[in-house]
Each structure stands twice: as structure tokens, then as C-alpha cells.
């Protein structure tokens, strides 16, 4: 009998996670200052972008943003290696950089969760408001149960507090808000497709050098 209740909860817990998102958001990145007015950075904006295409598919995804920093990255959750190359200069366009995601400790934070706190693109989102240690507000993550995300995938991405965060969620997010002394990052998705994604997809783009990031 304790092997079948076991295996019962195995299976639910399966079936919890046997629809987790596949497919395709665009997200539109936008800038705000202090008094939480939209502004125009193009420095910023240059580095960091305007918009933001993410693909996922059972603990892969891909990012890619028209950016200097980081357009674009590469995960998948059977290497546990974050890929990812930079627009600084056409030398370094051809070199792919990787993190070993469990290299990174996780950093300690605090956090609160308030259900049912927006609707984007018709989905009922919960919010994730992730403080430090000295209670000032860094990241804002909202994200709807509907578009799961299975945990396990990123059990081992203690790099950023991936782990740690995605656990908290278990789907992926449809805004993400980043708190930075001189002005905010908002990056929010305009569109969501639920499509399936070919493994092809999370091939690693050409590259001329190979090198870890330190």
C-alpha cells in the first residue's frame, strides 16, 4: 500500500509537469525613471535592448535581444551551460562565452508573492517581488500558473538565483521589472505562441573562439 500511494504521487506529480510551456514570447523592453516615467536612454537602450525574442522547450531555451550585452543566450538543462555571446565589437560577435550555471552560489534575498495581481495578454498573473537582505526591492516577476515551468530543470542554475526563483514560480514569467538606482528595466511580453519548438532550435550558433566567463 505505501508503494502505491508512492507511485500516486509520482504520477500526479508528473502530470502536474507534463504540460509546461513550449513556444515562442516576444517581449517589448522599456525604460523608466525614478518618478516611474518611460524614458529614452540610447546608451542604455543600445546596451541593453528594446526588445527580446525567448524559445523554450522542456528545460532548453533560447533569448535573443537586439542588444550589446548578452543578445544572446543559450541554455539547456542537460549540459547546465549558459551560452552566450555579446555585440560589443565584431570580434567579439564571433566568440560564444559560457557560464557553468552552478558555479555561481546563490545570493540570500527575501520575497513576497501576491496572487492575482495583473492580467497580461489575457492570462491572470501572480507577482514575485524578490528584496535583499536590506529589504530594498530589486526584481518584480510576473508570471501566470498557466504557463508551467518545471523546476528540475533548473535545480542545478544557482547563478542569478535561477534555481531559487523558477522554484518559486514554477511558470515562465510575462513581465520582469529590474531595480537599479538610476531607473528601472521593464521587459514585458506582447506575444504569446504556444507552438512546438524543433530541436534544432538550441543548436549553437558559429563561433570562432570558445571561452568561459569568469
Not at 2 to 26: H, P, R, V
Not at 40 to 68: A, R
Not at 75 to 91: G, V
Request: charged residues 25%.
Amino acid at each position: 500500500m505505501k508503494n502505491l500511494k508512492t507511485i500516486i504521487i509520482l504520477l500526479f506529480t508528473y502530470l502536474g509537469y507534463s504540460q509546461d510551456f513550449e513556444g515562442k514570447i516576444e517581449y517589448q523592453i522599456t525604460y523608466f525613471d525614478k518618478n516611474n516615467v518611460e524614458v529614452n536612454i540610447p546608451k542604455v537602450n543600445q546596451l541593453m535592448g528594446e526588445k527580446s525574442t525567448f524559445i523554450t522547450k522542456k528545460g532548453k531555451y533560447k533569448q535573443i535581444t537586439n542588444s550589446d550585452f548578452m543578445s544572446f543566450q543559450l541554455y539547456s538543462s542537460n549540459e547546465k551551460k549558459l551560452y552566450i555571446k555579446n555585440n560589443w565589437n565584431q570580434k567579439e560577435s564571433d566568440t560564444l562565452f559560457y557560464l557553468d550555471s552552478s558555479k555561481l552560489e546563490n545570493v540570500s534575498f527575501k520575497y513576497e508573492i501576491t496572487k492575482n495581481a495583473a492580467t497580461i495578454l489575457g492570462y491572470l498573473c501572480d507577482k514575485l517581488t524578490v528584496k535583499d537582505t536590506l529589504n530594498i526591492i530589486r526584481e518584480e516577476y510576473f508570471y501566470s500558473p498557466d504557463l508551467k515551468l518545471n523546476p528540475k530543470y533548473f535545480k542545478d542554475f544557482s547563478a542569478f538565483n535561477k534555481n531559487k526563483i523558477t522554484d518559486l514560480m514554477k511558470a515562465v514569467f510575462l513581465k520582469l521589472s529590474y531595480y537599479y538606482p538610476e531607473f528601472t528595466l521593464s521587459m514585458t511580453a506582447i506575444d504569446i505562441k504556444k507552438i512546438k519548438i524543433s530541436d534544432s532550435e538550441f543548436s549553437l550558433p558559429p563561433h570562432k573562439a570558445f571561452i568561459e566567463y569568469q
